[in-house]
């Protein structure tokens, strides 16, 4: 069974740092392309960033490119998203997905993209 659970979701100050972290069981996951997507309250679930099964490709979302990075660890099961300086607007859930394919973008939709999602991680950050 495919499982993946989010976790480093916290309230900070903005211009603060957190680092979220996604485990992932029930499959290979050095084969899968992770992702992370997020939901603020009253909107649309939106692209965040994504690394390719390899680690070697990744992709952000404008607002965020230059403050969050992610990264994965394949001998852990786990990816992770280091987002630095951060703002009132980052305030959202955060969810860790993933697919076996590339699907970066393909709808401004990523909830019809992506097979596998985790239950999500709130941030929040006060101004």
């Known amino acids: 069974q495919v499982q993946l659970v989010e976790s480093g979701g916290d309230s900070v100050q903005a211009g603060g740092s957190l680092k979220l972290s996604c485990s992932a069981s029930g499959f290979t996951f050095s084969t899968l392309w992770m992702y992370w997507v997020r939901q603020a309250p009253g909107k649309a679930r939106e692209w965040v960033s994504m690394?390719?099964?390899?680690?070697?490709?990744?992709n952000y979302e404008d607002s965020v490119k230059g403050r969050f990075t992610i990264s994965r660890d394949n001998a852990r099961n786990t990816v992770y998203l280091q987002m630095n300086s951060l703002k009132p607007e980052d305030t959202a859930m955060y969810y860790c997905?993933?697919?076996?394919?590339?699907?970066?973008?393909?709808?401004?939709?990523?909830?019809?993209?992506?097979?596998?999602w985790g239950q999500g991680t709130q941030v929040t950050v006060s101004s």
């Open positions: 690394i390719s099964s390899d680690g070697r490709t990744t």
């Open positions: 997905a993933a697919d076996r394919r590339l699907r970066w973008y393909y709808s401004p939709a990523p909830e019809r993209e992506l097979s596998y």
